[in-house]
């Protein structure tokens, strides 16, 4: 079974400054992880994916995040906030192995940016 | 090259009606995806499809939900009778063979049961 625990429904940072969402992960298997971003009225959009390649993984708008095996996280991060980032940011894992891709997500974080 | 699209993109209905979703993947695409969030809650799997076949159906609610995919194209999700339990947002998804792992999203679909 794999379960996806996001801290923290809201987060607020200024323009400018560091955005940090938390992911943490249970998996019974080597998971595949992923981190998903929904504007308002728009469809989920990738913005990174960690398939046991390297483990820091740089996505799209500046955003990235690591893979840490000993503390089962994958904490998206981008150095600097801007307006845009303003979304819901919601967290995936699915398993490795062969078969059913099915995407198992937490609850989902929502981004403020304040100017 | 044309995304994932859903059909309708808000849906309200009473308690005892029946709805039908419908998703078109991208083109070439053989694995679809249904997925349902709740609100307040985490968006949950409901079920795969590779070109027509369910290959994994373990997250359908129960016997009301009815996936197909016809011909291995678009699918449709119908709800009959709907609960009120069944309001919230369907997702759909589609992905490459064989062994694809980057799903693309639709904007979904916002059911409303009254």
């Known amino acids: 079974a794999q379960s996806v625990t996001q801290l923290g429904s809201h987060v607020s940072v200024s323009e400018g400054a560091l955005v940090l969402l938390r992911c943490n992960y249970s998996?019974?298997?080597?998971?595949?992880l992923f981190w998903y971003v929904q504007y308002p009225n728009q469809g989920l959009q990738l913005l990174l994916k960690?398939?046991?390649?390297?483990?820091l993984v740089k996505g799209i708008n500046g955003f990235e995040a690591e893979f840490k095996k000993s503390e089962t996280s994958f904490h998206l991060t981008k150095p600097s906030a801007h307006m845009s980032d303003a979304a819901e940011y919601f967290c995936a894992v699915s398993p490795s192995g062969a078969g059913s891709y099915q995407l198992t997500f937490g609850k989902g974080t929502k981004l403020s940016v304040i100017p | 090259e044309a995304g994932v699209t859903q059909f309708p993109s808000h849906s309200v209905i009473e308690k005892g009606q029946t709805v039908t979703l419908r998703c078109d993947p991208i083109s070439g695409h053989d694995n679809l995806y249904w997925y349902r969030r709740v609100m307040g809650k985490e968006i949950k799997f409901l079920l795969h499809f590779v070109k027509e076949s369910k290959q994994d159906e373990s997250g359908m609610p129960n016997n009301r939900f009815l996936a197909e995919r016809t011909g291995g194209t678009y699918s449709t999700l119908k709800v009959q009778p709907a609960e009120l339990e069944d309001s919230g947002v369907y997702f759909c998804?589609?992905?490459?063979?064989?062994?694809?792992?980057?799903?693309?999203f639709g904007p979904g679909t916002r059911l409303t049961v009254l």
């Open positions: 998804a589609s992905s490459q063979a064989p062994e694809a792992i980057e799903q693309f």
């Open positions: 960690y398939t046991s390649a390297a483990t």
């Open positions: 998996s019974s298997v080597p998971p595949y």
